[in-house]
T-cell receptor, first 114, second 110 residues
C-alpha cells in the first residue's frame, strides 16, 4: 500500500528566507508524486508533479521539488518565501496502476513572518 | 473551461437527513473521485469510479453511496447524515495521472 508522511506539522519562516518542506513516501515501484497548496477555505492547487525523468522538477510560484529514490523523499523547496506563500501544503503519491488514486499526507502549515 | 465543479458549496443538515453532492467535469476524464478533508488531516478517499456505470470503495466509504450514471457526473449521497460526516468534500477527476480538484463542499451536520 502507498503512504505519505509529512514530518512537519507546522513551519514558520521569515519572509525572504528559504523554505524546505519534507515529504517521505512508501510505494513499491516508481510513484507519481505531487505537491499541492491550499489557502484557507479554498480548494487544492497543484504546484508541481513528478512522473519520470529529471528528478528536479519546477513548479508554479517559484517552487521546485527533488525526487530522491534512495531516500524515498520528494521535498519541496523555494529559495525566497513571500508572505503570500502562507498556506497549507500537501504531498501526495499516486500509482501507475491504481486508477489514478492518490494518497495524501496530513499536510504542513506554513506561517510567514514579516 | 469550467474544469471540475461541485454543487452545493455549503450545506447544513440535521442528523438523519439525506442529501446528494454533485460533481461535474468537462474534461472527458474516465476517473472520478470523492475525498473528505478533516482538520489536521489530508484528503481521504471515500469512493471512486473508473468509468461510467462503475464505482468502487475507497479508504472511508461507510455512510456514503455514489453513482456515475453519466461520464461527466459523479454523485455522492448521504442517506442518513451523522455529525461525524461534518467535513469538507472534494471531488476530483483524472485521465490516470494528474487529478484535478473541484472547489469543495462544506457540510455541517448538526
Amino acid at each position: 500500500a502507498q503512504s505519505v508522511t509529512q514530518p512537519d506539522i507546522h513551519i514558520t519562516v521569515s519572509e525572504g528566507a528559504s523554505l524546505e518542506l519534507r515529504c517521505n513516501y512508501s510505494y513499491g515501484a516508481t510513484p507519481y508524486l505531487f505537491w499541492y497548496v491550499q489557502s484557507p477555505g479554498q480548494g487544492l492547487q497543484l504546484l508541481l508533479k513528478y512522473f519520470s525523468g529529471d528528478t528536479l522538477v519546477q513548479g508554479i510560484k517559484g517552487f521546485e521539488a527533488e525526487f530522491k529514490r534512495s531516500q524515498s523523499s520528494f521535498n519541496l523547496r523555494k529559495p525566497s518565501v513571500h508572505w503570500s506563500d502562507a498556506a497549507e501544503y500537501f504531498c501526495a503519491v499516486g500509482a501507475h496502476t491504481n486508477a489514478g488514486k492518490s494518497t495524501f499526507g496530513d499536510g504542513t502549515t506554513l506561517t510567514v513572518k514579516p | 473551461n469550467a474544469g471540475v465543479t461541485q454543487t452545493p458549496k455549503f450545506r447544513v443538515l440535521k442528523t438523519g437527513q439525506s442529501m446528494t453532492l454533485l460533481c461535474a467535469q468537462d474534461m472527458n476524464h474516465e476517473y472520478m473521485y470523492w475525498y473528505r478533508q478533516d482538520p489536521g488531516m489530508g484528503l481521504r478517499l471515500i469512493h471512486y469510479s473508473v468509468g461510467e456505470g462503475t464505482t468502487a470503495k475507497g479508504e472511508v466509504p461507510d455512510g456514503y453511496n455514489v453513482s456515475r450514471l453519466k461520464k461527466q457526473n459523479f454523485l455522492l449521497g448521504l442517506e442518513s447524515a451523522a455529525p461525524s460526516q461534518t467535513s469538507v468534500y472534494f471531488c476530483a477527476s483524472s485521465s490516470g495521472r494528474t487529478q484535478y480538484f473541484g472547489p469543495g463542499t462544506r457540510l455541517l451536520v448538526l
